[in-house]
């Protein structure tokens, strides 16, 4: 099942959410998001803001297609995705969705390079071919001279650039980044983020869910989510936007 066009193409975001509310069966039933409304373009870079319990989780889990909400429309590339098949909706995720998680999850027996080649298996039946795009992708994000090392080798701040190169190996669309900071000390920290804004640069469209207000800083749209429901801020849907507003 390909899923329903949701609208013209002119201008269309990525990222097109209307409603999406997310229950849990109980008892009792506990409804963790409730309609969400949130557009992400080509090129944005927003954090979505939230202490523990706000349904932070829950609401990139739904952005990257691994849950589906109980109700509202979840358009992504112009694609309705809520009644995909799940082969349909791994295929999408696959090819245009990028994970950068605060715990890295890299392999422990591999080397920089074979990990970030993981990013390709699906979609590439040539190891070669693989490791080539892998090599590649960890040069664009400096550790080129790491990519034989094993992780237990390596830095906190390495670990997570190989993380993020493996996200980024497939070219994909939108980068959904899950507390990406949280096992870094400040100062590797700062640099994980302004890797971050080189991607933004390259044309990646970037969500980061953090409890972290510094981190959150860096974004050009900062939201905020309480009780299941997205504060857009004072300019309505626009949220709250930087001197660098797109």
């Not at 429309?73 to 245009?96: D, K, N, Q, V, W």
């Not at 989510?225 to 300019?235: A, F, I, Q």
Request: aromatic letters at 4%.
């Amino acid at each position: 099942m390909i899923g329903e066009s949701c609208g013209p193409t002119t201008a269309r975001p990525i990222v097109d959410m209307n409603g999406v509310t997310r229950t849990f069966a109980g008892p009792p039933p506990e409804r963790v998001l409730s309609e969400i409304s949130l557009q992400i373009a080509s090129g944005d870079y927003v954090a979505v803001l939230g202490s523990s319990g706000a349904g932070k989780s829950t609401l990139l889990n739904i952005l990257g297609l691994l849950d589906r909400p109980t109700a509202g429309t979840y358009c992504f590339e112009g694609i309705e995705t809520t009644e995909l098949s799940e082969t349909a909706r791994t295929a999408l995720r696959g090819r245009h969705i990028g994970f950068v998680f605060q715990d890295f999850h890299l392999l422990a027996q591999r080397s920089a390079a074979e990990n970030v080649a993981l990013g390709r298996l699906y979609s590439d039946p040539s190891a070669t071919s693989r490791m080539s795009a892998a090599r590649d992708m960890l040069e664009r994000v400096g550790l080129s001279h790491r990519a034989d090392s094993l992780p237990s080798t390596m830095s906190g701040g390495e670990r997570q650039r190989v993380a993020i190169a493996r996200a980024l190996v497939e070219r994909p669309r939108l980068l959904l980044c899950d507390e990406p900071t949280g096992n870094l000390d400040p100062s590797t920290a700062d640099q994980i983020l302004s890797l971050f804004d080189e991607l933004n640069e390259w044309g990646v469209a970037i969500m980061v869910i953090t409890h972290d207000s510094s981190t959150a800083a860096r974004a050009r749209r900062r939201l905020r989510l309480s009780d299941g429901r997205l504060d857009n801020g004072p300019r309505g849907a626009e949220g709250i936007r930087d001197g660098r507003s797109a």
